[in-house]
Nanobody
Framework: QLQLVESGGGLVQPGGSLRLSCAAS????????IGWFRQAPGKEREGVSC????????DYSDSVKGRFTISRDNAKNTVTLQMNSLKPEDTGVYYC???????????????????WGRGTQVIVSS
């Protein structure tokens, strides 16, 4: 069974940067589309970004477009979310999830993402 682990969260000031990483327990991550989702306190989980297995298709929510960049490193079996120009509204727990296929099917919905990490906390505050 595929297991995912997020890392890289922390406390930063507005305008700062963080780089989140999603690591897999086996070598199948490169064959699946990977999405990033976040959940702020008291709010529903929302889609942030998604990358297809070949990196040929990238998706970003309107709120992060131009500030966040998603990429993958097949040699390290990881997917990275580079977050720049962070805003207080970016605060929340960030999760990575694997889709059931090679494309971001159903994104930003969660129905087709069947493997999830436990999340990493991101706090943007002055």
């Amino acid at each position: 069974q595929l297991q995912l682990v997020e890392s890289g969260g922390g406390l930063v000031q507005p305008g700062g940067s963080l780089r989140l990483s999603c690591a897999a327990s086996d070598g199948t991550l490169r064959y699946l589309a990977i999405g990033w989702f976040r959940q702020a306190p008291g709010k529903e989980r929302e889609g942030v970004s998604c990358i297809s297995s070949t990196s040929g298709s990238l998706d970003y929510s309107d709120s992060v477009k131009g500030r966040f960049t998603i990429s993958r490193d097949n040699a390290k079996n990881t997917v990275t979310l580079q977050m720049n120009s962070l805003k207080p509204e970016d605060t929340g727990v960030y999760y990575c999830a694997a889709n059931v296929e090679r494309f971001c099917t159903g994104y930003p919905g969660t129905h087709f993402f069947n493997s999830w990490g436990r999340g990493t906390q991101v706090i943007v505050s002055s």
